[in-house]
């Protein structure tokens, strides 16, 4: 059967709050989870993800879990490892307890941010297999979350869809953003294909738009099912007069994941 009572971690985030509201009209019933408040969801589980006893509460019954809570940008190491790492960890041990049988984990672009970006029209996309080079701890903690989908499916049988996510936001605020932008319609697009795809087994795809300047492979989530409808392309010019084009001799911009590989965005809290 569909899947149909989906765990949403991160509800309260900026994806968070994007797939409350395009997520219901596929047909699924959201059980919301986040340590920080979400305004007018009284049902919401509001705990953080270091509190094994709320992630059973959170668990069970559930179909499937869309994991997106978590860091969202680079923090010191320690708070890393509590959030993104150990939190992760306990939300699949949560869901083996409770027999949850698939995970769809937001990885990020960051997992492989030092890969060389493609320059210039004729340069390959950067496969999906391409090895992992994380430009942050909190890329590394991707990376992790990664293999732990991996070793739960190996071990347990239970699936994993890890998207590495370039930037999911209402629209492309900068250059870069011209090629790693995932729509939030496209986001919800391949949310959905994650979770209803068969036999995905432990499947890692890129997530974007299909963008007239993207640098990735989307292959691995297309066979999925999905089939992106937005490109960013309205966007480049007024961008590209804002800020001019990408420089590949600019350090900032050599490399997928961008100013992470150099002077990462700090996590506020
Ligand atoms: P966000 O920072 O807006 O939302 C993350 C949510 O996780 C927040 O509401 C926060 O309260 C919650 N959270 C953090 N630590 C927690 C903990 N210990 N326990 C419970 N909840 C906790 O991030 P955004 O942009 O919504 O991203 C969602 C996910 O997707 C994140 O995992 C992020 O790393 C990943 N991602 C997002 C991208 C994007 O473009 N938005 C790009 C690549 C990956
Ligand atoms: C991410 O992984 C972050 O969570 C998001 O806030 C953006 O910074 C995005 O990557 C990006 O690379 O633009």
């Known amino acids: 059967?569909?899947?149909?009572?989906?765990?949403?971690?991160?509800?309260?985030?900026?994806?968070?709050?994007?797939?409350?509201?395009?997520?219901?009209?596929?047909?699924?019933?959201?059980?919301?989870?986040?340590?920080?408040?979400?305004?007018d969801a009284p049902d919401a589980i509001i705990a953080d993800l270091a509190d094994k006893?709320?992630?059973?509460?959170?668990?069970?019954?559930?179909?499937?879990?869309?994991h997106l809570a978590g860091i969202s940008l680079e923090a010191p190491f320690e708070k890393i490892l509590a959030a993104n790492i150990q939190g992760t960890y306990n939300l699949y041990e949560a869901a083996r307890e409770a027999g949850v049988r698939r995970i769809v984990f937001a990885s990020s672009n960051h997992?492989?941010?030092?890969?060389p970006r493609p320059v210039g029209d004729d340069a390959p996309l950067i496969p999906i297999d391409t090895p992992r080079r994380p430009d942050t701890y909190y890329g590394i903690s991707k990376s992790f979350g990664e293999d732990l989908g991996s070793y739960y499916w190996?071990?347990?049988?239970?699936?994993?869809?890890?998207?590495?996510?370039?930037?999911?936001?209402?629209?492309?605020?900068?250059?870069?953003?011209?090629?790693?932008?995932?729509?939030?319609?496209?986001?919800?697009?391949?949310?959905?294909?994650?979770?209803?795809?068969?036999?995905?087994?432990?499947?890692?795809?890129?997530?974007?738009?299909?963008n007239t300047r993207l640098w990735w492979d989307l292959s691995s989530a297309r066979a999925l099912g999905y089939d992106p409808?937005?490109?960013?392309?309205?966007?480049?010019?007024?961008?590209?007069?804002?800020?001019?084009?990408?420089?590949?001799?600019?350090?900032?911009?050599?490399?997928?994941?961008?100013a992470f590989c150099t002077n990462p965005p700090i996590w506020p809290h």
């Open 111 to 115: 997992a492989v941010g030092f890969t």
């Open 229 to 258: 409808q937005d490109d960013s392309e309205p966007y480049a010019a007024k961008l590209i007069a804002e800020h001019g084009e990408l420089d590949p001799a600019n350090p900032d911009h050599a490399n997928l994941g961008g």
């Open 154 to 210: 190996d071990k347990y049988g239970i699936e994993s869809v890890a998207i590495r996510i370039g930037s999911c936001f209402p629209e492309p605020t900068n250059v870069r953003m011209l090629s790693i932008w995932m729509s939030p319609a496209d986001g919800a697009r391949l949310l959905h294909a994650a979770l209803t795809a068969e036999g995905v087994g432990y499947t890692v795809v890129y997530g974007s738009s299909n």
């Open 1 to 39: 059967p569909a899947p149909r009572t989906i765990l949403l971690t991160g509800a309260a985030g900026g994806m968070g709050t994007l797939m409350r509201e395009l997520l219901p009209p596929y047909g699924y019933e959201l059980r919301l989870f986040d340590v920080a408040p979400i305004p």
């Open 53 to 66: 006893d709320a992630l059973r509460r959170a668990v069970e019954g559930v179909d499937a879990i869309i």
